[in-house]
């Protein structure tokens, strides 16, 4: 009997942790969805609710405060919104480390314009995040941009 009650332990214990990993992954998912589709549409106030309030933005030569960054990405949004533009962004990861409250995630983001023109302008970039879950909800504390990808690069990573 206590063997058998050491097998079923063992099983929801092995178990546990691989749907909890789904499922803080599935969380991750739609936080990077939200990210996408308000890149998409011009929401500036839905992308900016997606950083901690202190988050920080580095990349390969410097790092400064998110709201620095915002208020320069801002007017890209602003055009979107308005029509001027199309902009989109889309994710690949080659590394997902988390618990419950917290994440790391290496990759790639391919952020794209198109103008009036039809013309689109892609950009593949090295990305490393580092997040933490607040009242059920993920914040980015840090973006690393660490340099421009290829598409091959890109490539080599899985939806």
Excluded at 13 to 40: F, G, H, Q, R
Excluded at 70 to 94: C, E, I, P, Y
Excluded at 119 to 132: A, E, K, Q, T
Aim: aromatic residues 12%; negative net charge; hydrophobic residues 40%.
């Amino acid at each position: 009997m206590r063997t058998i009650f050491t097998l079923i332990i063992s099983f929801f214990v092995t178990l546990t942790p691989v749907n909890a990993d789904e499922a803080i992954e599935a969380e991750l998912d739609a936080y990077w969805a939200m990210i996408s589709k308000s890149v998409a549409e011009g929401d500036f106030v839905t992308y900016s609710a997606g950083y901690h309030p202190d988050a920080v933005l580095v990349n390969s030569t410097t790092s400064y405060p998110i709201t620095q960054a915002l208020t320069g990405w801002k007017q890209g949004f602003d055009d979107t919104a308005a029509g001027k533009m199309k902009a989109g962004v889309n994710f690949r990861f080659s590394a997902r480390l988390h618990d419950i409250t917290t994440a790391h995630e290496t990759g790639i983001f391919n952020y794209y314009t198109i103008n009036d023109d039809g013309s689109r302008n892609d950009y593949y970039g090295h990305m490393m995040s580092l997040m933490v879950k607040k009242d059920g909800t993920w914040l980015m504390l840090m973006e690393h941009q660490s340099g421009t990808a290829t598409i091959d690069d890109w490539n080599a990573l899985k939806d």
